[in-house]
Each structure stands twice: as C-alpha cells, then as structure tokens.
C-alpha cells in the first residue's frame, strides 16, 4: 500500500509564506511525475505545480513566480514553497506522484488527503 501524507498548511496573512511537503510511503518502486493541485469551495480541483523525476518543473500561471515546487528524491518527498500569498490562494492543497509498485506495472495516480491554506486579507 501506498500513503501520501501532507503537512504544512495553515493559516497566513497576505503577503506571507508557507512551505507544504508531502511524503510518499509504503510499497513503492518508482516514482515519476510528483505534484500539487488544489480546490477551492464550489471550485474544481486545478494544477498548481508538478515536477518530474528529474527536476522539470511546471507551473499554473497564477503561481509563476511565487511558488517553487522541489523534490527530493531520496526521502519520496515533494515541496511547496509558497511565497507572496493572496487570498485567492486559499484552497485545500492535495499532493499527487505518479507511482510504480513493482516493476513493469503501469504508472498509477495517488493522492494526499489534502491540507488547508488560508491565507487573510
């Protein structure tokens, strides 16, 4: 079995900064893609920065320039580095990896249980 765990939202004020990280563990053989998403109330859930196995990264343009994505790679782990916070960017914050069991198997989707970022005007 495979966990992804979050941790790291909270509650700031605009023009602050959070980091969130994300943890994979259990049965894991690889792991490609690793990501961010979020989903605001009465919103659908939307890419905020991904990051593949190697370091190419890709951001929303909402998030350019104030958000850093990272991994490392031998702790299966995923940063969010978020700076110069607004209010539009509360949301609920889930982590997302592309991850292989055992070898030969095909790439499949996991998902964090999400953690909240409100950021105050």
């Known amino acids: 079995q495979v966990q992804l765990v979050e941790s790291g939202g909270g509650l700031v004020q605009a023009g602050g900064s959070l980091t969130l990280s994300c943890a994979a563990s259990g049965s894991i053989f690889s792991i490609d893609h690793m990501g961010w998403y979020r989903q605001a109330p009465g919103t659908e859930r939307e890419l905020v920065a991904t990051i593949s196995s190697v370091g190419a990264t890709n951001y929303a343009d909402s998030v350019k320039g104030r958000f850093t994505i990272s991994r490392d790679n031998a702790k299966n782990t995923v940063y969010l580095q978020m700076s110069s916070l607004k209010p539009e960017d509360t949301a609920v914050y889930y982590c997302?990896?592309?991850?292989?069991?055992?070898?030969?198997?095909?790439?499949?989707?996991?998902w964090g249980q999400g953690t909240q970022v409100t950021v105050s005007s």
């Open positions: 997302n990896a592309n991850i292989r069991t055992y070898w030969g198997q095909k790439m499949r989707d996991y």
